[in-house]
Protein backbone atom coordinates (compact mmCIF):
# COMPACT_ATOMS: atom_id res chain seq x y z
CA UNK A 1 0.00 0.00 0.00
CA UNK A 2 1.80 3.19 -1.41
CA UNK A 3 1.25 6.59 0.29
CA UNK A 4 2.70 9.62 1.66
CA UNK A 5 3.22 7.65 5.48
CA UNK A 6 4.72 4.94 3.81
CA UNK A 7 7.22 6.70 1.63
CA UNK A 8 8.16 8.63 5.16
CA UNK A 9 8.58 5.38 6.73
CA UNK A 10 10.59 3.65 4.10
CA UNK A 11 12.59 6.73 3.35
CA UNK A 12 13.37 6.82 7.30
CA UNK A 13 14.65 3.19 6.94
CA UNK A 14 16.52 3.75 3.81
CA UNK A 15 18.43 6.26 6.55
CA UNK A 16 18.81 4.05 9.02
CA UNK A 17 20.03 0.92 6.38
CA UNK A 18 22.68 3.51 5.36
CA UNK A 19 24.00 4.42 8.40
CA UNK A 20 23.39 0.66 9.68
CA UNK A 21 26.14 -0.08 6.79
CA UNK A 22 28.59 2.66 7.82
CA UNK A 23 29.15 1.48 11.20
CA UNK A 24 29.66 -2.00 10.76
CA UNK A 25 31.38 -2.48 7.47
CA UNK A 26 34.58 -1.51 8.61
CA UNK A 27 34.76 -4.00 11.19
CA UNK A 28 32.26 -7.05 10.51
CA UNK A 29 33.77 -9.27 8.86
CA UNK A 30 31.30 -11.85 7.58
CA UNK A 31 29.20 -8.63 5.60
CA UNK A 32 32.33 -7.18 4.34
CA UNK A 33 33.14 -9.82 2.44
CA UNK A 34 29.71 -10.63 1.29
CA UNK A 35 28.87 -7.29 0.04
CA UNK A 36 32.44 -6.99 -1.47
CA UNK A 37 31.39 -5.10 -4.85
CA UNK A 38 27.85 -4.00 -4.42
CA UNK A 39 27.86 -0.53 -4.54
CA UNK A 40 26.41 0.99 -1.60
CA UNK A 41 26.30 4.64 -2.17
CA UNK A 42 22.70 6.70 -3.18
CA UNK A 43 23.99 7.95 -6.46
CA UNK A 44 21.10 8.08 -8.33
CA UNK A 45 19.02 8.42 -5.07
CA UNK A 46 17.41 4.91 -5.39
CA UNK A 47 14.43 4.02 -3.34
CA UNK A 48 14.41 1.76 -0.06
CA UNK A 49 13.24 -1.37 -2.61
CA UNK A 50 15.61 -0.13 -5.39
CA UNK A 51 18.79 -0.28 -2.62
CA UNK A 52 17.59 -3.55 -0.76
CA UNK A 53 17.66 -5.00 -4.50
CA UNK A 54 21.86 -4.29 -4.52
CA UNK A 55 22.03 -6.33 -1.10
CA UNK A 56 22.34 -9.92 -1.27
CA UNK A 57 19.65 -11.92 0.64
CA UNK A 58 21.65 -13.84 4.22
CA UNK A 59 20.48 -17.24 5.30
CA UNK A 60 20.55 -19.15 8.00
CA UNK A 61 22.96 -21.99 6.23
CA UNK A 62 25.70 -19.68 6.14
CA UNK A 63 24.98 -18.27 9.67
CA UNK A 64 25.45 -21.95 10.53
CA UNK A 65 28.51 -22.49 8.13
CA UNK A 66 30.47 -19.48 9.53
CA UNK A 67 29.71 -20.74 12.94
CA UNK A 68 31.24 -23.83 11.93
CA UNK A 69 33.81 -22.30 10.35
CA UNK A 70 34.80 -20.30 13.24
CA UNK A 71 33.67 -21.89 16.39
CA UNK A 72 32.13 -20.92 18.98
CA UNK A 73 30.61 -17.28 17.04
CA UNK A 74 32.42 -17.10 13.74
CA UNK A 75 32.47 -13.60 12.59
CA UNK A 76 28.79 -12.44 12.79
CA UNK A 77 30.07 -9.26 15.33
CA UNK A 78 31.15 -6.06 14.52
CA UNK A 79 32.93 -5.86 17.53
CA UNK A 80 35.35 -7.38 19.99
CA UNK A 81 33.97 -9.45 22.30
CA UNK A 82 34.63 -7.38 25.16
CA UNK A 83 31.88 -5.45 23.85
CA UNK A 84 29.58 -7.95 24.77
CA UNK A 85 26.88 -8.75 27.47
CA UNK A 86 24.23 -11.16 26.62
CA UNK A 87 24.86 -14.85 25.26
CA UNK A 88 21.44 -16.53 23.59
CA UNK A 89 21.14 -19.74 21.45
CA UNK A 90 18.48 -20.50 18.98
CA UNK A 91 16.35 -24.04 19.98
CA UNK A 92 17.79 -25.85 17.21
CA UNK A 93 14.56 -26.58 15.27
CA UNK A 94 15.79 -25.98 11.70
CA UNK A 95 18.81 -27.63 11.71
CA UNK A 96 22.05 -26.85 14.52
CA UNK A 97 21.85 -23.85 16.61
CA UNK A 98 22.99 -20.26 16.58
CA UNK A 99 24.85 -18.75 19.30
CA UNK A 100 24.21 -14.90 19.34
CA UNK A 101 25.76 -12.37 21.40
CA UNK A 102 24.74 -8.91 22.16
CA UNK A 103 25.91 -5.44 23.77
CA UNK A 104 24.45 -3.53 26.12
CA UNK A 105 22.70 -0.77 23.84
CA UNK A 106 21.48 -3.76 21.35
CA UNK A 107 20.22 -5.28 23.86
CA UNK A 108 18.47 -2.04 25.44
CA UNK A 109 16.90 -1.81 22.18
CA UNK A 110 15.27 -4.94 21.51
CA UNK A 111 13.89 -4.66 24.98
CA UNK A 112 12.18 -1.40 23.81
CA UNK A 113 10.66 -3.12 21.13
CA UNK A 114 9.16 -5.97 23.40
CA UNK A 115 7.66 -3.25 25.35
CA UNK A 116 5.78 -2.56 22.53
CA UNK A 117 4.01 -6.32 22.76
CA UNK A 118 2.93 -5.39 26.04
CA UNK A 119 1.93 -1.78 25.08
CA UNK A 120 -0.82 -2.69 22.09
CA UNK A 121 -1.99 -5.53 24.13
CA UNK A 122 -2.90 -3.01 26.76
CA UNK A 123 -0.57 -4.50 29.83
CA UNK A 124 0.82 -1.76 32.32
CA UNK A 125 1.91 -1.31 35.91
CA UNK A 126 -0.23 1.22 35.87
CA UNK A 127 -3.20 -0.77 35.57
CA UNK A 128 -1.53 -2.96 38.05
CA UNK A 129 -0.52 -5.96 35.82
CA UNK A 130 1.59 -9.01 37.42
CA UNK A 131 3.25 -10.97 34.55
CA UNK A 132 3.91 -14.78 35.40
CA UNK A 133 6.50 -16.40 32.79
CA UNK A 134 6.25 -19.98 32.52
CA UNK A 135 9.48 -20.42 31.44
CA UNK A 136 13.20 -22.23 32.96
CA UNK A 137 15.58 -19.98 32.97
CA UNK A 138 18.18 -21.09 29.73
CA UNK A 139 19.33 -19.69 26.33
CA UNK A 140 15.90 -19.04 25.65
CA UNK A 141 16.06 -15.12 24.35
CA UNK A 142 12.33 -14.92 24.66
CA UNK A 143 12.27 -15.31 28.12
CA UNK A 144 14.94 -12.69 28.89
CA UNK A 145 13.68 -10.06 26.78
CA UNK A 146 9.82 -10.42 27.80
CA UNK A 147 10.97 -10.63 31.34
CA UNK A 148 12.95 -7.64 30.66
CA UNK A 149 10.40 -5.60 28.64
CA UNK A 150 7.84 -5.82 31.24
CA UNK A 151 10.38 -4.60 34.11
CA UNK A 152 10.46 -1.49 31.53
CA UNK A 153 6.62 -1.36 31.06
CA UNK A 154 6.38 -1.39 35.50
CA UNK A 155 4.85 -4.68 35.98
CA UNK A 156 5.21 -7.05 38.63
CA UNK A 157 7.74 -9.77 37.10
CA UNK A 158 7.34 -13.28 38.64
CA UNK A 159 9.32 -15.70 37.20
CA UNK A 160 8.38 -19.45 37.30
CA UNK A 161 11.97 -21.19 36.43
CA UNK A 162 12.47 -24.64 38.29
CA UNK A 163 8.93 -25.15 38.96
CA UNK A 164 6.50 -27.95 38.25
CA UNK A 165 3.63 -27.40 35.92
CA UNK A 166 1.27 -27.50 39.60
CA UNK A 167 3.82 -25.19 41.78
CA UNK A 168 3.68 -22.59 38.64
CA UNK A 169 -0.28 -22.42 39.20
CA UNK A 170 -0.43 -21.90 42.71
CA UNK A 171 2.29 -19.31 42.24
CA UNK A 172 -0.10 -17.50 40.11
CA UNK A 173 -2.69 -17.95 42.33
CA UNK A 174 -1.14 -16.97 45.28
CA UNK A 175 0.32 -13.74 43.44
CA UNK A 176 -2.98 -12.79 41.73
CA UNK A 177 -0.94 -12.86 38.39
CA UNK A 178 -2.91 -11.38 35.96
CA UNK A 179 -0.86 -11.79 32.66
CA UNK A 180 0.76 -15.15 31.62
CA UNK A 181 3.36 -15.50 28.94
CA UNK A 182 4.16 -19.29 27.92
CA UNK A 183 3.94 -21.54 24.59
CA UNK A 184 0.79 -22.23 23.05
CA UNK A 185 1.25 -26.08 23.78
CA UNK A 186 2.20 -24.82 27.64
CA UNK A 187 -0.79 -22.75 27.78
CA UNK A 188 -2.73 -26.25 26.91
CA UNK A 189 -0.40 -28.09 29.18
CA UNK A 190 -1.11 -26.05 32.03
CA UNK A 191 -4.72 -26.61 31.98
CA UNK A 192 -4.23 -30.15 31.82
CA UNK A 193 -2.20 -30.01 34.87
CA UNK A 194 -4.85 -27.88 36.78
CA UNK A 195 -7.22 -30.96 36.41
CA UNK A 196 -4.53 -33.76 37.28
CA UNK A 197 -4.11 -31.67 40.35
CA UNK A 198 -7.69 -30.87 41.26
CA UNK A 199 -6.90 -27.10 40.72
CA UNK A 200 -9.28 -24.92 39.46
CA UNK A 201 -8.35 -22.04 36.84
CA UNK A 202 -11.28 -20.22 37.96
CA UNK A 203 -9.31 -19.48 41.05
CA UNK A 204 -6.76 -17.29 38.76
CA UNK A 205 -6.82 -14.19 37.30
CA UNK A 206 -5.38 -14.52 34.57
CA UNK A 207 -7.12 -11.96 31.84
CA UNK A 208 -4.15 -12.01 29.14
CA UNK A 209 -1.63 -14.67 27.77
CA UNK A 210 0.82 -13.48 25.61
CA UNK A 211 2.44 -16.96 23.58
CA UNK A 212 5.11 -17.47 21.07
CA UNK A 213 7.29 -19.79 19.73
CA UNK A 214 5.38 -21.57 17.87
CA UNK A 215 2.60 -21.10 15.31
CA UNK A 216 0.10 -22.48 17.18
CA UNK A 217 -0.97 -19.15 18.66
CA UNK A 218 -2.40 -17.95 15.18
CA UNK A 219 -4.88 -20.54 15.07
CA UNK A 220 -7.90 -20.04 15.69
CA UNK A 221 -8.93 -23.12 17.15
CA UNK A 222 -5.84 -23.05 19.30
CA UNK A 223 -7.04 -19.67 20.65
CA UNK A 224 -10.47 -20.58 21.23
CA UNK A 225 -9.03 -23.87 23.15
CA UNK A 226 -6.55 -22.05 25.32
CA UNK A 227 -9.29 -18.90 25.87
CA UNK A 228 -11.99 -21.45 27.14
CA UNK A 229 -9.46 -23.78 29.54
CA UNK A 230 -8.53 -20.24 31.19
CA UNK A 231 -12.10 -18.59 31.28
CA UNK A 232 -12.37 -16.48 29.07
CA UNK A 233 -9.29 -14.81 28.79
CA UNK A 234 -7.40 -12.99 25.83
CA UNK A 235 -5.18 -15.07 24.18
CA UNK A 236 -2.61 -12.43 22.31
CA UNK A 237 0.14 -13.99 19.99
CA UNK A 238 3.52 -12.34 19.00
CA UNK A 239 6.79 -13.70 17.26
CA UNK A 240 10.34 -13.13 17.22
CA UNK A 241 13.77 -15.09 16.46
CA UNK A 242 17.04 -15.68 18.49
CA UNK A 243 19.04 -14.05 15.73
CA UNK A 244 17.25 -10.94 14.64
CA UNK A 245 14.76 -9.95 17.94
CA UNK A 246 11.18 -9.30 18.92
CA UNK A 247 9.23 -8.55 15.60
CA UNK A 248 5.74 -8.44 15.62
CA UNK A 249 2.67 -7.72 17.98
CA UNK A 250 -0.89 -8.93 17.29
CA UNK A 251 -2.99 -6.24 15.67
CA UNK A 252 -5.69 -4.54 18.45
CA UNK A 253 -8.05 -4.07 16.04
CA UNK A 254 -7.62 -7.41 14.30
CA UNK A 255 -7.02 -10.26 16.41
CA UNK A 256 -4.91 -13.05 15.01
CA UNK A 257 -3.03 -10.52 12.90
CA UNK A 258 0.46 -9.96 12.89
CA UNK A 259 1.88 -6.18 12.93
CA UNK A 260 5.70 -5.71 12.33
CA UNK A 261 7.25 -2.82 13.72
CA UNK A 262 8.33 -1.33 10.92
CA UNK A 263 10.45 1.40 12.97
CA UNK A 264 12.95 -1.13 14.20
CA UNK A 265 12.82 -3.88 10.98
CA UNK A 266 12.66 -3.16 7.18
CA UNK A 267 9.99 -6.09 6.26
CA UNK A 268 9.86 -8.36 3.28
CA UNK A 269 7.83 -10.83 1.72
CA UNK A 270 8.83 -12.51 -0.94
CA UNK A 271 8.44 -15.22 -3.45
CA UNK A 272 10.74 -17.99 -2.40
CA UNK A 273 11.69 -18.95 -5.59
CA UNK A 274 12.11 -15.53 -7.61
CA UNK A 275 13.00 -13.23 -4.62
CA UNK A 276 10.46 -10.53 -5.77
CA UNK A 277 8.35 -8.75 -3.43
CA UNK A 278 4.73 -10.70 -3.42
CA UNK A 279 1.83 -8.70 -3.91
CA UNK A 280 -0.89 -7.47 -0.84
CA UNK A 281 -2.74 -10.92 -0.03
CA UNK A 282 -0.28 -13.48 -0.89
CA UNK A 283 1.77 -16.27 1.05
CA UNK A 284 5.47 -15.53 0.96
CA UNK A 285 8.56 -15.94 2.99
CA UNK A 286 9.40 -13.11 5.81
CA UNK A 287 12.94 -11.56 5.16
CA UNK A 288 13.81 -9.08 7.62
CA UNK A 289 16.93 -6.65 8.38
CA UNK A 290 17.17 -5.31 11.45
CA UNK A 291 17.88 -1.55 11.72
CA UNK A 292 19.02 -1.31 15.78
CA UNK A 293 20.94 -4.48 16.18
CA UNK A 294 24.81 -2.84 14.93
CA UNK A 295 26.69 -5.77 17.14
CA UNK A 296 25.47 -8.63 15.25
CA UNK A 297 23.38 -7.67 12.64
CA UNK A 298 21.54 -9.04 9.96
CA UNK A 299 20.58 -7.76 6.48
CA UNK A 300 17.94 -9.01 3.93
CA UNK A 301 17.81 -12.53 6.55
CA UNK A 302 15.48 -14.97 4.99
CA UNK A 303 13.77 -16.23 7.89
CA UNK A 304 12.11 -19.36 6.38
CA UNK A 305 8.95 -18.05 8.00
CA UNK A 306 5.42 -18.27 5.73
CA UNK A 307 3.67 -15.20 6.02
CA UNK A 308 0.19 -13.87 4.22
CA UNK A 309 0.88 -10.02 3.60
CA UNK A 310 -2.12 -7.64 4.34
CA UNK A 311 -2.74 -4.66 5.74
CA UNK A 312 -5.02 -3.56 8.88
CA UNK A 313 -5.61 -0.15 8.17
CA UNK A 314 -2.02 1.65 6.84
CA UNK A 315 -0.19 -0.82 8.82
CA UNK A 316 1.49 -3.62 7.30
CA UNK A 317 0.18 -7.09 8.52
CA UNK A 318 0.68 -10.81 8.57
CA UNK A 319 -2.64 -12.98 8.77
CA UNK A 320 -3.16 -15.64 10.94
CA UNK A 321 0.06 -15.16 12.07
CA UNK A 322 3.35 -17.35 11.31
CA UNK A 323 1.33 -19.95 8.85
CA UNK A 324 4.64 -21.94 9.67
CA UNK A 325 7.89 -22.79 7.87
CA UNK A 326 9.23 -23.50 4.28
CA UNK A 327 10.86 -26.63 5.87
CA UNK A 328 8.00 -28.20 8.16
CA UNK A 329 6.65 -29.09 4.60
CA UNK A 330 6.63 -32.36 3.75
CA UNK A 331 4.62 -33.73 0.54
CA UNK A 332 2.24 -37.10 0.85
CA UNK A 333 1.41 -38.31 -2.11
CA UNK A 334 1.24 -34.88 -3.96
CA UNK A 335 -0.27 -32.96 -1.40
CA UNK A 336 1.56 -30.26 0.56
CA UNK A 337 1.28 -31.01 4.55
CA UNK A 338 2.22 -28.33 6.72
CA UNK A 339 2.21 -28.83 11.14
CA UNK A 340 0.15 -25.66 11.13
CA UNK A 341 -2.43 -27.45 8.96
CA UNK A 342 -2.64 -29.87 10.89
CA UNK A 343 -2.55 -28.18 14.21
CA UNK A 344 -5.70 -26.16 12.99
CA UNK A 345 -7.48 -29.56 11.86
CA UNK A 346 -6.35 -31.35 15.34
CA UNK A 347 -7.02 -28.95 17.94
CA UNK A 348 -10.75 -28.45 16.73
CA UNK A 349 -11.67 -31.67 18.57
CA UNK A 350 -11.85 -30.55 22.42
CA UNK A 351 -11.44 -34.01 23.40
CA UNK A 352 -7.71 -33.92 22.66
CA UNK A 353 -5.13 -33.44 24.57
CA UNK A 354 -1.56 -33.99 23.06
CA UNK A 355 -1.14 -35.77 19.61
CA UNK A 356 2.08 -36.91 17.43
CA UNK A 357 2.49 -36.71 13.87
CA UNK A 358 4.98 -39.96 12.61
CA UNK A 359 6.40 -39.67 9.38
CA UNK A 360 7.35 -43.09 7.51
CA UNK A 361 10.06 -42.47 4.90
CA UNK A 362 11.39 -46.47 5.59
CA UNK A 363 8.26 -46.62 2.76
CA UNK A 364 7.73 -46.92 -1.01
CA UNK A 365 6.33 -43.46 -0.42
CA UNK A 366 6.50 -40.99 2.00
CA UNK A 367 3.38 -41.59 4.53
CA UNK A 368 1.92 -39.99 7.71
CA UNK A 369 0.36 -41.51 10.71
CA UNK A 370 -1.63 -39.61 13.78
CA UNK A 371 -1.36 -40.51 17.19
CA UNK A 372 -3.98 -39.08 19.76
CA UNK A 373 -3.75 -38.59 23.51
CA UNK A 374 -7.69 -38.53 24.53
CA UNK A 375 -8.91 -36.83 27.47
CA UNK A 376 -9.33 -38.67 30.60
CA UNK A 377 -13.33 -37.84 30.18
CA UNK A 378 -13.62 -39.35 26.68
CA UNK A 379 -15.71 -41.93 26.49
CA UNK A 380 -15.45 -43.09 22.25
CA UNK A 381 -11.82 -43.20 21.85
CA UNK A 382 -12.48 -45.23 18.41
CA UNK A 383 -15.12 -42.51 17.76
CA UNK A 384 -12.78 -39.88 18.32
CA UNK A 385 -10.06 -40.81 15.79
CA UNK A 386 -12.56 -42.18 13.40
CA UNK A 387 -13.89 -38.32 13.33
CA UNK A 388 -9.88 -36.80 13.37
CA UNK A 389 -9.79 -39.02 10.11
CA UNK A 390 -12.62 -37.75 8.02
CA UNK A 391 -11.59 -34.11 9.56
CA UNK A 392 -7.85 -34.61 8.23
CA UNK A 393 -9.16 -35.98 4.66
CA UNK A 394 -11.52 -33.17 4.33
CA UNK A 395 -8.85 -30.58 5.00
CA UNK A 396 -5.92 -32.37 2.56
CA UNK A 397 -8.13 -34.94 0.57
CA UNK A 398 -5.61 -37.10 1.83
CA UNK A 399 -6.47 -40.45 4.06
CA UNK A 400 -3.99 -40.27 7.13
CA UNK A 401 -4.76 -43.41 9.49
CA UNK A 402 -5.32 -41.94 13.31
CA UNK A 403 -5.18 -44.11 16.73
CA UNK A 404 -5.87 -42.83 20.08
CA UNK A 405 -2.80 -44.17 22.81
CA UNK A 406 -3.42 -44.47 26.06
CA UNK A 407 -3.78 -41.22 28.68
CA UNK A 408 -0.07 -39.47 29.52
CA UNK A 409 1.20 -41.99 26.80
CA UNK A 410 2.26 -39.06 24.67
CA UNK A 411 5.56 -36.54 26.18
CA UNK A 412 4.29 -32.93 27.14
CA UNK A 413 6.01 -29.70 26.72
CA UNK A 414 7.02 -26.53 28.27
CA UNK A 415 8.62 -24.97 25.19
CA UNK A 416 8.88 -25.60 21.49
CA UNK A 417 6.83 -28.94 21.12
CA UNK A 418 8.64 -31.71 19.36
CA UNK A 419 5.18 -33.38 17.62
CA UNK A 420 6.38 -34.35 13.94
CA UNK A 421 8.48 -37.49 14.18
CA UNK A 422 10.80 -39.34 11.39
CA UNK A 423 9.97 -43.30 10.95
CA UNK A 424 12.77 -44.73 9.40
CA UNK A 425 15.13 -41.43 8.93
CA UNK A 426 17.80 -39.68 10.52
CA UNK A 427 15.84 -36.16 11.56
CA UNK A 428 12.82 -35.22 13.33
CA UNK A 429 10.68 -32.61 11.95
CA UNK A 430 8.92 -30.14 14.54
CA UNK A 431 6.45 -27.70 14.19
Known amino acids: MNGPRRAKLEAAQLRQLQALLRTILPHHRFYARKFAGVDLTRR ?84 GDRVFFAFSFGPFIGFWLAYEAAQRAGCLCIPGGGLSSAARLRVMID ?45 PAVRERIS ?36 AYIVEVI ?3 SGEEVAVGATG ?5 ALGRFGSPLLRYRTGDRVKKIFVGRQLAFEGGILGRADDMIVV ?66 RIPVRCVAVGALPKF ?14 ARKP
Open 44 to 127: GRPSLQEFLRRLPFTTKAELVANQAAHPPFGTLHTYPLKRYVRFHQTSGTTGAPLRWLDTAEDWSWMVDNWTQVYRAAGISGAR
Open 175 to 219: TGATVLCCTPTYALRLGEAAREEGISLRELKIGKLIVAGEAGGGI
Open 228 to 263: QLWNGAQVLDHHGMTEIGPVTYESPVRPGALVPMED
Open 271 to 273: DPK
Open 285 to 289: ELVLT
Open 333 to 398: RGVNLYPSGVEKVVRAFAAVTEYRVEIHQDRAMTEVSLHVEPSPDCGDTAGLAAKIETALETAFAL
Open 414 to 427: EMKAKRWIVIGGTE
